[in-house]
């Protein structure tokens, strides 16, 4: 078990709709990662976030965005889904702000869109 | 951006054999190598890393390499295990913030 904990584990939803995943870092982690893993593209970074301050974007869609709460928890709101939204959406955090922190992974959440 | 390519995309090794997965990363940049191990259902799990300034680091029966002039870092899993069969994954970083991963490995480890 990393420490890091993500609701829900599964989400099924049709296209066009909007879902919100939620993520707690380990305690005492200051930034949170947004990871996608599908099948065709592998794990792809999407943002982070480090207390509370947007850090650094990946391959983000403009149709995603992600916050992160006095508390530190973060969320991944997806929006507009399409099929091709279907994936693992992971979070990962770490102690400070730069990836060359051990970066501690969620057990994901499955999203289908259909 | 960063590019890493990992080979094999799949190994299966008899147990007890060794167990060698190759990346190579694009970006001379690049001075941070995670290894990571994922378990059906689970998440990334870090295993071992490598910082550019290091050439090899061991822990058990893991080891990884990096070759900065080559520009490509291996894991070396030795006596292999059952519970070593997985999906392991390469990454590299160059510190700011972002992790490229390789498109992964799945290890099978016969009995």
């Known amino acids: 078990d990393s420490g890091v904990t993500q609701t829900p584990k599964h989400l099924i939803t049709a296209t066009g709709q909007r879902v919100t995943l939620r993520c707690s870092p380990r305690?005492?982690?200051?930034?949170v990662y947004w990871y996608q893993q599908s099948l065709d593209q592998g794990l792809q970074f999407l943002i982070q976030?480090?207390?509370?301050?947007?850090?650094a974007k990946g391959n983000i869609l403009e149709r995603f965005s992600a916050q992160q709460f006095p508390d530190l928890h973060s969320e991944l709101n997806l929006s507009s889904l399409e099929l091709g939204d279907s994936a693992l959406y992971f979070c990962?955090?770490?102690?400070?702000?730069?990836?060359?922190?051990?970066?501690?992974f969620g057990p994901g959440t499955r999203l289908t869109v259909l | 951006g960063e590019n890493v390519e990992q080979h094999p995309s799949t190994l299966s090794v008899q147990e007890g054999d060794s167990a060698v997965i190759k990346c190579t990363y694009s970006?001379?940049?690049?001075?941070?190598f995670p290894w990571y191990k994922q378990e059906l259902g689970k998440g990334p799990q870090l295993i071992i890393d490598?910082?550019?300034?290091?050439g090899e680091k061991k822990d058990q029966r893991i080891a990884v390499t990096l070759n900065k002039t080559a520009k490509h870092f291996s894991l070396h899993i030795t006596e292999t295990q059952p519970e070593d069969s997985a999906v392991y994954f390469c990454?590299?970083?160059?510190?700011?913030?972002?992790?490229?991963f390789g498109a992964g490995t799945t290890v099978t480890v016969r009995a």
């Open positions: 305690s005492g982690d200051l930034s």
């Open positions: 970006d001379s940049a690049s001075n941070y």
């Open positions: 976030y480090y207390n509370g301050e947007e850090r």
């Open positions: 990454a590299a970083s160059k510190g700011d913030y972002k992790l490229s």
């Open positions: 490598i910082r550019s300034n290091v």
């Open positions: 990962a955090s770490s102690v400070a702000g730069g990836s060359l922190n051990e970066q501690f």
